[in-house]
């Protein structure tokens, strides 16, 4: 069993930034691979990024990939996410997921979700 914890979320103008942040407890850290995901109104919950069990690989979501820089400090059970040039678009519930297995871009592959922070672009 993990616990996972989101802080972070905010209102930002477009162009702007936020940290993110996912504190994990329970069950070690290092041994999930974690991911980012979001969910706006009306839509599906949506990959945002993943990182492997020690930080070695990352993926981005082709909407975010530039902006946004997902890291982990296992030292500290944490998860980030560093969103830049924020828009309007990225206006969502933000996740974090623990996966027990390699990385995956498939929400459906996680089986421990924090309960999530709203982010807010406006223009």
């Known amino acids: 069993q993990v616990q996972l914890v989101e802080s972070g979320g905010g209102l930002v103008q477009a162009g702007g930034s936020l940290r993110l942040s996912c504190a994990a407890s329970?069950?070690?850290?290092?041994?999930?691979?974690m991911g980012w995901f979001r969910q706006a109104p009306g839509k599906e919950r949506e990959f945002v990024a993943v990182?492997?069990?020690?930080?070695?690989?990352?993926y981005y979501a082709d909407s975010v990939k530039g902006r946004f820089t997902i890291s982990r400090d296992n030292a500290k059970n944490t998860l980030y996410l560093r969103m830049n040039s924020l828009k309007p678009e990225d206006t969502a519930v933000y996740y974090c997921a623990a996966r027990g297995g390699g990385s995956s871009y498939a929400a459906a592959d996680y089986g421990y979700w924090g309960q999530g922070t709203q982010v807010t672009v406006s223009s």
């Open positions: 329970g069950r070690t850290f290092s041994s999930y691979a």
């Open positions: 990182i492997g069990w020690i930080g070695e690989n990352t």
